[in-house]
């Protein structure tokens, strides 16, 4: 079998997270090479590939206000475009949506449509434009959002994207900083799930997560935290402590997960993302709240051997005359 070869276009911080050299010997098993791209060399120099997987999320975002990332991401789009062949692990219309978190709750309510019956729901929300306190105070009633808030950057990824609050009452909403989110909290035992999906494949793993609080609004100052404070397996705060006596949630169904993830995909058109999901305490529904682009699978040791078989699939699918 002739070789293939596989590029890998990632930050530092996930070239490091990731251990590339370990995927690298198991895929040297099957006769798949992997290369490290790097992004300021030619492409062309660097090639060919048969299929590229990246996360360029941070790239993308940069190259907002960035000319030297506007020109890393050009390079790297004019490589895609010329090379019709190169399959894209994801492709960058499908992973742009989830850059922005307006995008990805349209695509969580309009789920949330099409599994109708099934107790899947995305929280109530608002998208934020204007500093126009009276304009926002007027959306939340009208909209009927309850306190607590979560308030959340539109930009959803990149290090900035995971300084968030939680908002008690309307006063409070003079916190909010737009473009953002406000978001009903959902009160959920401080446990929730990450979905990990890898092409045809999910993985599950529990994370800790915000505490319940009282139904508001009430006079309280607006909590401010990172999200990474509060959901990595580490993760050990004030925000997620609960009370001993709270009765545990039961975890999510998982015939209502596979469901789930076959829709996602499909609606995305991606391969590697993660899909957060809580259990509202009260109801038992399934909420969706929040989609991430390729995340970091982490406490999932198949990860890597799942990601093997599904690039060989896409690359038997890509050389199959019939497709
Ligand atoms: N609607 C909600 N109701 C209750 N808790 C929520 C809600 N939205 C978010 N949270 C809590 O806030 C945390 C961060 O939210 P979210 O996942 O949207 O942030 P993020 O920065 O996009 O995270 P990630 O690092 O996974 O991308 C969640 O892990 C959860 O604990
Ligand atoms: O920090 P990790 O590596 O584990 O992965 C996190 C990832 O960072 P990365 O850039 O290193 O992939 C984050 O991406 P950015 O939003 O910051 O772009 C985001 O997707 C988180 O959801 C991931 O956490 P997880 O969902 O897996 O807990
Ligand atoms: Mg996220």
């Known amino acids: 079998?002739?070789?293939?070869?596989?590029?890998?276009?990632?930050?530092?911080?996930?070239?490091?997270?990731?251990?590339?050299?370990?995927?690298?010997?198991?895929?040297?098993?099957?006769?798949?090479?992997?290369?490290?791209?790097?992004?300021?060399?030619?492409?062309?120099?660097?090639?060919?590939?048969?299929?590229?997987?990246?996360?360029?999320?941070?790239?993308?975002?940069?190259?907002?206000?960035?000319?030297?990332?506007?020109?890393?991401?050009?390079?790297?789009?004019?490589?895609?475009?010329?090379?019709?062949?190169t399959v894209l692990l994801d492709p960058l219309p499908a992973m742009r949506q989830l850059l922005d978190r307006f995008a990805s709750y349209r695509i969580i309510s309009k789920l949330q449509n099409t599994l109708q019956g099934k107790s899947i729901c995305c929280p109530p929300y608002l998208e934020i434009n204007t500093t126009d306190m009276s304009a926002i105070q007027e959306a939340v009633d009208r909209k009927q959002l309850t306190y607590p808030l979560i308030c959340k950057t539109r930009v959803a990824h990149g290090s900035r994207s995971h300084e968030m609050s939680l908002i008690f009452s309307r006063a409070g909403l003079r916190d909010a900083r737009p473009p953002c989110v406000l978001q009903s909290f959902v009160n959920h035992g401080a446990v929730l799930h990450k979905v990990f999906v890898v092409g045809e494949q999910h993985f599950t793993v529990a994370r800790p997560s915000l505490k319940n609080f009282p139904t508001g609004p009430y006079d309280r100052k607006t909590i401010f935290f990172n999200s990474h404070e509060v959901s990595k397996p580490e993760s050990c705060s004030h925000l997620t402590a609960l009370d001993e006596t709270m009765p545990r949630v039961p975890a999510p169904n998982e015939d209502l997960m596979v469901a789930m993830v076959k829709e996602l995909r499909a609606a995305l058109g991606m391969a590697l993302f993660g899909v957060d999901v809580i259990t509202n305490i009260d109801t038992h529904t399934l909420t969706i709240i929040d989609i991430n682009i390729f995340p970091g699978y982490e406490g999932v040791p198949q990860f890597f051997s799942s990601l093997l078989s599904h690039i060989e699939y896409v690359l038997d699918m890509s050389h199959d005359p019939k497709h």
């Open 1 to 85: 079998m002739a070789s293939r070869r596989v590029g890998f276009c990632l930050s530092v911080k996930k070239r490091r997270r990731i251990n590339l050299s370990a995927f690298a010997h198991l895929c040297a098993g099957r006769g798949i090479e992997v290369v490290e791209i790097d992004l300021s060399r030619t492409m062309d120099s660097q090639g060919p590939f048969d299929i590229i997987v990246h996360k360029l999320s941070d790239v993308i975002v940069e190259a907002e206000h960035d000319s030297q990332s506007q020109q890393l991401l050009d390079n790297f789009q004019t490589y895609v475009s010329t090379h019709p062949r």
